[in-house]
């Protein structure tokens, strides 16, 4: 089989204009949540590692969906990179940017999507080789004004917002040149995943795959 080199941050991005954030409590689910993703065409989500079922949950996701783009999130320290890329993860994100989280970042040449939410945080990461940035907390709509202003000050960087956004502010995003992908949580609503609603979750998903750019 011929080797197939690993996507960039933004080759990742691109797949999907919505990410799902998914905060998983049973592994067991994990598999078939997966699948109902990518079902629904989200080829791209990220688990947050906030429970104690988020390596088990990443590793089912991984195998049971192995063409989706699988991420892991909460990432703060060296040593949560390293276990995110041993769980198999293809891509790594953060609330912020430490100067050990970034040369981490570095050594393993891994993917990686840091939170940032002033210019002064984002000429760090540009420093760091890194532009494609969480912006966190976009507050729904609200960032989407930010995000517009600081396309002619760093014209090389893509963001990618998170933090209360709905399915009605996504289009405004969208519009904007710096941005191809939103993450939220809207996607895998928690009781949904507690009763397995599958079909429900694929529709949600088809939703979320479904919106472009004007």
Same mark, same amino acid.
């Given at each position: 089989?011929?080797?197939?080199?690993?996507?960039?941050?933004?080759?990742?991005?691109?797949?999907?204009?919505?990410?799902? /954030?998914?905060?998983?409590?049973?592994?067991? %689910?994990?598999?078939?949540?997966? $699948?109902?993703?990518?079902?629904?065409?989200?080829?791209?989500?990220?688990?947050?590692?906030? %429970?104690?079922? %988020?390596?088990?949950?990443?590793?089912?996701?991984?195998?049971?969906?192995?063409?989706?783009?699988?991420?892991?999130?909460?990432?703060?320290?060296?040593?949560?990179?390293?276990?995110?890329?041993?769980?198999?993860?293809?891509?790594?994100?953060?609330?912020?940017?430490?100067?050990?989280?970034? $040369?981490? /970042?570095?050594?393993?040449?891994?993917?990686?999507?840091?939170?940032?939410?002033?210019?002064?945080?984002?000429?760090?990461?540009?420093?760091?080789?890194?532009?494609?940035?969480?912006?966190?907390?976009?507050?729904?709509?609200?960032?989407?004004?930010? /995000?517009?202003?600081?396309?002619?000050?760093?014209?090389?960087?893509?963001?990618?917002?998170?933090?209360?956004?709905?399915?009605?502010?996504?289009?405004?995003?969208?519009?904007?040149?710096?941005?191809?992908?939103?993450?939220?949580?809207?996607?895998?609503?928690?009781?949904?995943?507690?009763?397995?609603?599958?079909?429900?979750?694929?529709?949600?998903?088809?939703?979320?795959?479904?919106?472009?750019?004007?």
């Amino acid at each position: 089989m011929p080797h197939i080199a690993p996507r960039s941050m933004r080759d990742i991005l691109l797949r999907s204009p919505v990410m799902p /954030i998914l905060t998983v409590h049973d592994a067991h %689910t994990a598999g078939d949540l997966a $699948q109902a993703l990518v079902k629904g065409g989200v080829m791209v989500f990220e688990v947050v590692k906030r %429970t104690p079922a %988020t390596i088990a949950a990443l590793h089912a996701m991984c195998e049971a969906a192995p063409e989706a783009d699988i991420g892991m999130g909460t990432l703060m320290t060296p040593e949560d990179v390293t276990t995110a890329i041993q769980a198999g993860a293809k891509f790594g994100v953060s609330p912020g940017l430490t100067a050990e989280l970034a $040369q981490a /970042i570095q050594a393993h040449q891994f993917p990686f999507l840091p939170g940032v939410a002033t210019a002064s945080e984002v000429m760090q990461a540009r420093a760091f080789g890194l532009k494609e940035l969480k912006y966190f907390p976009a507050q729904g709509v609200a960032g989407a004004a930010w /995000i517009k202003d600081m396309a002619g000050v760093f014209p090389d960087v893509l963001f990618c917002p998170t933090g209360g956004i709905r399915p009605p502010d996504i289009p405004t995003y969208l519009s904007l040149s710096n941005c191809r992908t939103v993450g939220g949580s809207w996607v895998v609503p928690p009781e949904l995943l507690k009763d397995r609603a599958w079909h429900e979750i694929t529709a949600l998903a088809q939703q979320a795959s479904g919106f472009r750019a004007p």
